[in-house]
């Protein structure tokens, strides 16, 4: 499964409405560290069939990064039944992504 570009339109459906856990990948085009996790977090969402990924982009939707209390970027959130449980600020490996997912889905 590709990622899921999320707007303020499709938030709600795409992410709230999940009926698994959402990993939400907040980004900007002119962000380095967001450029170099794009790639990483396109492998995570076509192994990993558990969990959703999606992508909103802060320049589009300064409303969504506002709910997501984004103060850096990139900015990693992982929810599960509307709540998150997981966030990460700043590029990491895949392997660090993955422990993440895997921890918080344990707890």
């Not at 076509?46 to 589009?60: L, P, S």
């Amino acid at each position: 499964m590709a990622t899921i570009k999320v707007t303020s339109a499709n938030f709600e459906s795409e992410v709230l409405g999940a009926d698994k856990p959402v990993l939400v990948d907040l980004w900007a085009s002119w962000c380095g560290p967001c450029k170099m996790l794009g790639p990483v977090l396109e492998q995570i969402s076509e192994e990993r069939g558990d969990i959703k990924v999606c992508k909103i982009n802060v320049d589009e939707e300064p409303e969504l990064a506002g709910e997501f209390k984004v103060s850096s970027i990139p900015h990693v959130a992982l929810l599960k039944g509307n709540r998150i449980i997981a966030q990460s600020v700043g590029f990491k490996p895949k392997a660090a992504i993955l422990q993440m997912v895997d921890d918080a889905l344990k707890a």
